[in-house]
């Protein structure tokens, strides 16, 4: 798996791709990162990479000609085939909102292009041109495309085969498959009391059964109460059982 980023701030991208549980993928290749800076293929003694909007009105441009010697340079070193090219992605309020289904198909893929924004945007004739697929982290502003990119690359690799210390944490994890598209429990660790506060007694008794029956209690009604809509997925997917109705019913009444 390849990912080639197209960003004006690589530098933004090394302290990420050096910390954390990630960063032996990264540093083996298991995901492998290029990074590919448009002011590099820029022309001229100021190297411009953006220009002011036709029709007037605040903020800059990127400019297409450096975003096309930069993406001829990834197909180049990628030696793609054309018919078998990974998709240009960019990222962009106008985008899917990047979500679990999403990312578990990224984590299957064999990467991408992924093309970070900057200033008022990019040229519409590039995005016309090139863009598969447009992902937006949310219904917020960023400043560049940049920390969108980060959260991707974050969370594909993540799913990549003997990433997690722990094999199967990330099937644990909320939103997956396996917790039925669930919220995660709440996790405690030592000291047993804090500040008067215990530990829920069961995870001190031993009793797996019980344990994990406490766990998914928990999940139900953590999800119940934060996003009920999930709670509907998993019923309209037949992944509630009886004692989860049961647990979901005491949840309604109150009780
Ligand atoms: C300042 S923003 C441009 C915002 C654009 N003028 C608009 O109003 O939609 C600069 C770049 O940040 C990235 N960006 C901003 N918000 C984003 C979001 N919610 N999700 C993903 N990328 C975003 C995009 O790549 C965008 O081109």
Redesign the pocket.
């Known amino acids: 798996m390849r990912f080639d980023i197209i960003t004006l701030f690589p530098e933004m991208f090394a302290p990420f791709l050096a910390s954390g549980v990630t960063r032996r993928a990264y540093a083996s290749d298991q995901v492998a990162v290029r990074l590919w800076n448009p002011r590099d293929y820029a022309q001229g003694n100021y190297r411009r990479v953006d220009d002011r909007p036709f029709g007037g009105g605040p903020g800059m441009v990127m400019l297409v000609e450096p975003l096309q010697a930069c993406l001829d340079a990834i197909r180049a070193d990628r030696a793609e085939d054309p018919a078998t090219q990974v998709p240009l992605v ?4 106008i ?1 899917k909102t990047l979500d679990h289904p999403a990312v578990e198909q990224w984590a299957q893929s064999p990467g991408a292009v992924l093309l ?7 040229d519409q004739r590039f995005i016309d041109t090139h863009v598969d697929a447009q ?4 219904d ?6 940049e920390i ?1 990119a980060l959260a991707l690359l974050d969370a594909v690799t993540r799913l990549q085969p003997g990433v997690l210390n722990d094999a199967g944490s990330h099937q644990l994890d909320s939103f997956n498959p396996s917790l039925d598209g669930l919220l995660d429990c709440p996790h405690y660790t030592r000291p047993e009391v804090w500040q008067g506060q215990e530990v829920p007694p069961v995870l001190m008794s031993g009793h797996h059964a019980q344990i994990e029956r406490w766990r998914r209690d928990q999940s139900l009604q953590i999800t119940a109460r934060h996003r009920p809509e999930l709670l509907a997925k998993a019923r309209a997917a037949g992944r509630l059982d009886r004692k989860d109705e049961a647990v979901l019913a005491k949840i309604a009444d109150g009780l």
């Not at 970070?116 to 990019?122: K, T």
């Open positions: 960019l990222f962009s309020p985008g970070c924004g900057r200033y008022e945007g990019i992902i937006s982290l949310g917020f502003v960023l400043s560049g495309g969108a």
